[in-house]
């Protein structure tokens, strides 16, 4: 398989993962508390030194993200995404300090990741925005995540759109060489195309008032449940940590 | 806000870098006009559209609404951006850059959240303009996942739930097919009841009569001629020099080849 190929083959898994992204699992709860309780459960398993209670953790964690109806291939593509870039890591590690180190990276990173994925797949994006915005998150910030979200659906649908029609106008193989040539060209045109589309969907968004503060229909407040859940989050993570060192 | 005269463009500029899209330009829009601007691509049309909306700002020259100059330094005014922005809508040409939101219901929410109106008033106004606009059933869908039709009909939703003075289209009926054009079409020529203000930046010359009481030919940033939709569709050597219409061959049922305009 060539490069522009497993790009555009990328490029249209993304689409679709993407796509998916926005029809979140209505499981309900504050969207403060899943933020809070990602951001301590994460702490505490970077700060884990035992592979076995990681292990443990991914496995409570994958537990609770399939009965929040996530599904298992979601969960297996998430933490591909993650080994791939965890192996960066933990390849070096295994020559290096040996293989239950290289465990130690990886299984930190999938945890972190599981924990990550059941917060983006059960709660809308701009839920998670206005809750960092409860928690003082810095406007700007804010700004810019909500920028990225809207726009990345667009920058992928024109890469996808752009590798599709350079296709159709290719008559017979094209080199290695070729192909790097090409893909490098549509690198730099979809370079200059998204700037000219980040700013039509800043304006898009100004022109309906928007300046830079998130604001959505619902109103947060916190149910029994949503304190049962923050104080059940705050003592696992507490029991991770201490567990772990 | 009593001016009957809705924008007044003096002698004005817009460049892109050293690329001037508006060369000096004069321009009076007055209250309930349906004006068309006609143009081929790069003469202005969007440009102007966005500067009328207050994105853009003048590089020299006057932009005034109802008798106010626009200046970026008055839209950091909060009290005057929003009333504005609810006075004033612009439709993309591109929906999807115009639909970010997660569902057909939050995007048509987004301008009123914005503006902080009470969100009971919100889910009422919501409710009426998807009912307006006979999309309700759309409610719940992502809109990337709409067709083109639906698209549009959502982008103007989201504006048009703000209740505007004047509306900005750029090319409303850019790639629809034929029905979904006319529904567009057929909206726009009702809506408001003649008091509002329709400004709509377009190449199709078959909708003109329908959309606007008057039309404004752009060439190069200037403008080059302005009249009744009639009188400008009947001056064929002005269509044919602002790239707006070209001698082309129609080939009969007979087979026969024959020019046509």
Redesign the interface.
């Known amino acids: 398989m060539n490069v522009s190929r497993v790009l555009e083959s990328t490029l249209s898994q993304l689409t679709g993962t993407l796509?998916q992204s926005?029809?979140?699992l209505k499981t309900g709860g504050d969207p403060r508390v899943k933020v809070i309780g990602a951001l301590l459960v994460t702490v505490a398993a970077v700060s884990v030194r035992r592979w076995a209670i990681l292990a443990a953790l991914l496995v409570l964690l994958s537990g609770v993200a399939i009965l929040a109806g996530i599904t298992w291939k979601r969960l297996f593509a998430g933490w591909a995404g993650g080994l791939f870039f965890a192996a960066v890591v933990a390849v070096p590690a295994v020559f290096n300090s040996g293989w239950q180190l290289a465990l130690l990276l990886v299984l930190r990173s999938e945890a972190s990741l599981t924990c990550w994925m059941l917060l983006i797949l059960t709660t809308?994006?701009?839920l998670v925005l206005r809750a960092l915005q409860a928690l003082s998150v810095p406007t700007v910030f804010i700004a810019i995540l909500s920028m990225t979200f809207?726009y990345i659906?667009?920058l992928v649908?024109t890469a996808q759109d752009m590798l599709l029609s350079r296709r159709s106008r290719i008559v017979g193989r094209m080199t290695g060489a070729d192909h790097r040539r090409m893909l490098s060209s549509t690198a730099g045109v979809l370079l200059g195309k998204s700037m000219q589309?980040s700013d039509?969907?800043y304006?898009?968004?100004?022109?309906?008032?928007?300046?830079g503060?998130i604001?959505?229909?619902q109103?947060f407040e916190m149910a029994t449940r949503d304190w049962s859940l923050l104080v059940s989050v705050a003592a696992l993570a507490a029991a991770v940590f201490v567990t772990g060192r | 806000m009593t001016n009957s005269l809705v924008f007044e463009a003096i002698n004005l500029h817009y460049s892109y870098g050293k690329i001037a899209a508006l060369d000096g330009l004069n321009l009076n829009i007055s209250q309930g006009e349906r004006i068309a601007f006609l143009g081929a691509n790069g003469s202005g049309k969007s440009t102007l559209l966005?500067l009328l909306?207050a994105?853009y700002f003048p590089s020299s020259g006057e932009l005034r609404y109802q008798g106010t100059k626009l200046t970026e330094e008055l839209f950091e005014e909060?009290s005057f951006?929003?009333a504005y922005?609810?006075e004033v809508?612009?439709v993309?040409q591109?929906p999807?850059?115009?639909l970010?939101?997660?569902t057909v219901y939050?995007e048509v929410?987004?301008?009123p959240?914005?503006?902080?109106w009470p969100?009971e008033v919100?889910?009422v106004r919501v409710a009426e303009t998807l009912e307006l606009l006979k999309i309700s059933h759309l409610a719940e869908r992502?809109p990337?996942?709409l067709s083109g039709g639906e698209k549009k009909k959502v982008a103007l939703a989201?504006?048009l739930i703000?209740d505007p003075k004047v509306i900005l289209l750029d090319e409303p009926c850019a790639a629809l097919d034929p029905r979904s054009q006319m529904q567009i079409i057929d909206f726009l020529a009702e809506w408001g009841n003649k008091s509002k203000t329709v400004v709509t930046a377009t190449h199709d010359l078959h909708t003109l009569e329908d959309i606007a009481d008057k039309c404004v030919v752009f060439e190069q940033g200037k403008i080059i001629a302005s009249g009744a939709p009639h009188d400008i569709l009947h001056d064929h050597d002005l269509l044919k020099r602002s790239n707006l219409m070209h001698s082309h061959r129609h080939r009969s049922v007979a087979g026969h080849v024959h020019q046509a305009e």
């Open positions: 796509a926005e029809t979140t809308p994006f701009n809207r659906f667009l649908q589309m039509d969907v304006h898009a968004m100004a022109s309906r008032g928007f300046r503060e604001r959505v229909m109103n | 966005r909306d994105l909060e951006a929003f922005r609810r809508a612009l993309f591109n999807d850059v115009q970010f939101c997660p939050e929410a987004f301008g959240l914005q503006m902080k969100k919100i889910r992502v990337h996942q989201s504006v703000l």
